[in-house]
């Protein structure tokens, strides 16, 4: 059987504590609303650009980007049920591996297709992605990349050429 309380109210005034209704009132116009995230309002304001860390670029080429740690080659094509030391075996041969990544499906607790293998020096990941790119690995080729890739240099400027008419200029065969 559960518990009820009962209360009645009636045309009672009930005491007003006119000290605790001033100190809930001080710490009401004390207390500052927020919303979102963070609450670091402080930290940031509109039009103000936010400065984030950056790995140092060698040269504004395209071409392999080191991470922050190491060179990391992403072998893609990997049977699902390799074991590290498989990859190990295969990748070991060409330096000392610093880190070795393998995703597993959660659903089925295999791998899922992808491995993310990281050197301390570029010579040697570029020695095992040129001579492991398209070779067996527990009877799949796998194919080695980079993991980072520096994307095409940006032009500050861009210039689009109109006819004049404003139009863009067509190809006519």
Known sequence: MADVLDVKVEDEEFE????GDEGVM???EKAKRRKG??????????????????VDVEGDEPGPQRSVEGWILFVTNVHEEAQEDDVIDKFAEYGEIKNLHMNLDRRTGFLK??????YETFKEAQAAMDSLNGTDLLGQKVS???SFVRGPGKNKRRSRRRDDDGGRRRHRD
Do not use: I
Request: proline share 0%; hydrophobic share 30%; charged share 40%.
């Open 113 to 118: 297709g992808y491995v993310l293998v990281e």
């Open 144 to 146: 080695v990349d980079w």
């Open 16 to 19: 007003v504590d006119e000290e």
């Open 26 to 28: 001080k710490l009401k």
């Open 37 to 54: 995230r963070g609450f670091g309002a402080e930290s940031y304001s509109k039009g103000r650009e936010l400065e984030y860390e950056s």
